[in-house]
């Protein structure tokens, strides 16, 4: 059974024309390639992908609109929104990777200088290499400086003077990617970088932003924080929130229900009426993200019958940044009632139950929920 199961997962893969992380190696890649380890880690990850044939190709070239892409997802940063984008008479919004070619302006790790972005180019060295220092934040260095560091490699007095400092940084900080055989190692940086020196400087890149990461990216990497609503069970590992299962969390009612005139089914809508947070103020969930579900169980109040129930089913949010996924969760309306109304109710019933828009009904969470503490995204298990 497990062998079938693992060659009907091939069989979808190849369907969809997409290669995911998988656990062992791609069959052009074996174990002693000198980038197998970049190469696994980074796809098992989704950074790169591999083609529909199951191969790696670590030898073909990739564009720079590829890099871009790759660039963005290597650093986690797939889902910031960007409020001013820069235009390229090249590429317009309708480019699969006009995205993350605007992330990657945004972050300073590629300039906007020119007119053109020339997407099916293919990066070279020298560009896949500058991208990787400016994620950083580095100690200036002079040119010589620069030439002292880089005199080991072949090529140096051939390389532009606007790769020099990048260079000697990225020699600094052991980020150079240099495939192994050469007898004198050279820096080609006008060479087009193949998809397994990417692969390397990606990963090298990644390393080095997790401790020194320029501005910009430090401020989108920091867990944000703010005041709201404690889950007091909230768990967190690194950047990663866990809501565990049955945590409570208030929604507000943002479309009038009633038990005397809502039935089972009906869709309801509510929001988060303020931030939803760790014990230690880090936020989970960003106050106004939108509930979508259905009432579950709709029952009228009828006078020595029963007291109405009404019971709300949560299927969906929809997040401050646009993502819209599963977010499973019940919960039951009841009343405040002093002493005196509760022995009335519990022995003549017939209580009606409503709920009108700003009103709060407490949800109760029915699968654990992971989310991305640094920008809000949360992970489909």
Request: glycine share 6%.
């Amino acid at each position: 059974m497990k062998y079938w199961a693992k060659g009907l997962m091939s069989a979808v893969v190849l369907m969809l024309g997409i290669v995911p992380a998988m656990a062992f190696q791609f069959p052009d890649v074996d174990e002693n390639h000198w980038a197998a380890k970049q190469i696994d880690i980074l796809s098992d990850q989704g950074v790169i992908v591999g083609y529909p044939d199951g191969t790696f190709k670590p030898d073909e070239n990739v564009t720079r609109a590829e890099f871009a892409s790759m660039a963005i997802k290597a650093l986690g940063q797939e889902h910031t929104k960007v409020i001013q984008p820069v235009e390229f008479t090249d590429i317009t919004s309708a480019f699969w990777a006009y995205d993350a070619i605007q992330k990657a302006l945004y972050f300073d790790l590629i300039s906007s200088d020119k007119t053109l972005f020339r997407p099916d180019d293919n990066v070279s060295r020298e560009e896949a290499t500058t991208v990787a220092v400016n994620a950083l934040t580095t100690e200036q260095i002079s040119p010589a400086k620069a030439l002292e560091v880089l005199a080991k490699y072949s090529d140096l007095e051939s390389i532009p003077n606007d790769f020099l400092i990048p260079a000697g940084k990225s020699e600094i900080l052991n980020m150079i990617v240099v495939a192994p055989g050469s007898e004198k190692p050279a820096l080609e940086p006008l060479r087009p970088a193949t998809r397994a020196e990417v692969a390397a400087i990606l990963f090298n890149m990644r390393e080095q932003a997790k401790l020194n990461p320029n501005a910009k990216l430090a401020e989108a990497m920091r867990k944000k924080t703010g005041n709201g609503y404690v889950i007091e069970d909230a768990t967190i590992q690194g950047s990663i929130g866990t809501i565990p299962a049955g945590a409570i969390f208030p929604v507000k009612i943002t479309k009038y229900v009633s038990t005397q005139t809502s039935t089972a089914g009906d869709v309801y809508v509510g929001a988060a009426p303020q931030n939803y947070t760790t014990k230690d103020h880090y936020i989970l969930v960003y106050e106004n993200s939108n509930f979508k579900g259905q009432l579950l169980d709709v029952r009228s109040g009828k006078w020595f019958v029963r007291n109405g129930v009404l019971v709300f089913e949560n299927s969906l949010i929809t997040t401050y940044n646009d993502q819209t996924i599963e977010f499973k969760a019940t919960g039951e309306l009841h009343k405040d009632r002093n002493w005196f109304m509760k022995f009335v109710r519990a022995t003549l019933k017939g209580e009606k139950l409503e709920a009108s828009p700003s009103d709060v009904v407490y949800m109760r969470l029915l699968k654990p929920v992971k989310i991305d503490l640094t920008n809000g995204w949360i992970y489909e298990e």
